[in-house]
């Protein structure tokens, strides 16, 4: 019986990674959800703490992306029109990834109404029931993909300021 259960239990997180890879640009987020599915919790206090960290992640990122997308409305609403076609192609591209980005993300269970939702969309309830280490380990990719995006930005400003001395 218990055999059965675990095998359910598989084919059921099986099929939610499959449905992320397709959802996702970066399949490691599906990597590690398939890694950690089967590891159990270290214990409540320890759930606590990963909920914690993972939830603190969760408004780090957050406010990463705000500054983000508030740095790539500026690029494209002050630049000229020859940075423009230069940079419109990866613009284009930034602003696609910050919304593939909104779409994975997820709340911390127990956290979610501790912040304000203005400026970032994310999901309730489309990931299975995970383990407190998976959320937090959910949300350290969350957050290492969005600080890529900024720092793409980030050189396009260095770039555009450059071009305007």
Request: glycine share 4%.
């Amino acid at each position: 019986m218990q055999q059965c259960c675990i095998y359910f239990f598989v084919n059921y997180i099986y099929s939610k990674i499959e449905f992320l890879k397709i959802r996702m640009r970066n399949q490691s987020l599906a990597i590690a959800l398939s890694i950690t599915a089967l590891i159990a919790c270290n214990g409540k206090k320890k759930a606590n703490a990963d909920l914690q960290e993972a939830f603190k992640l969760h408004e780090e990122a957050i406010l990463i992306r705000q500054e983000t997308e508030g740095q790539l409305e500026t690029l494209i609403t002050n630049s000229d029109s020859l940075f423009i076609i230069t940079y419109g192609g990866r613009l284009d591209s930034i602003t696609w990834s910050l919304q593939a980005w909104d779409e994975q993300l997820v709340e911390v269970p127990g956290f979610e109404e501790e912040h304000d939702h203005s400026g970032h969309d994310h999901h309730h309830g489309e990931l299975p029931e995970l383990h407190p280490k998976q959320h937090l380990e959910v949300q350290q990719h969350l957050i290492g993909e969005i600080k890529i995006i900024a720092e793409d930005v980030r050189q396009i400003v260095e770039n555009r300021n450059r071009y305007k001395q």
